[in-house]
């Protein structure tokens, strides 16, 4: 008989802390949500709800084009 695992639902970072909109000025948090070679973690990974990654990737989106964040990590 095989056995069956089942992973815990992730639930949204935003959602449980209350937060109404994600700033691009919060560098600090954005970060989380990038890999070390500067790509958005998607949402079925991070576990953000839809609404909430949207506005994270507009964030980090501005963040970049501001140069709060960088494109890519420098090899």
């Known amino acids: 008989m095989e056995k069956i695992y089942f992973q815990k639902k992730r639930s949204c ?11 691009y000025k919060e560098v600090q948090t954005l ?13 079925r990974i991070s ?4 609404g909430h990654q949207r506005g994270l990737t507009l964030a980090i989106k501005q963040a970049r084009n501001i ?8 090899r």
């Open 13 to 23: 970072r935003f959602c449980t802390e209350k937060k109404k909109e994600i700033n």
């Open 31 to 43: 970060k989380n949500f990038l890999t070390e070679r500067g790509k958005i973690i998607p949402r």
């Open 47 to 50: 576990g953000n709800c839809a």
């Open 67 to 74: 140069a709060f964040l960088a494109f890519s990590e420098d």
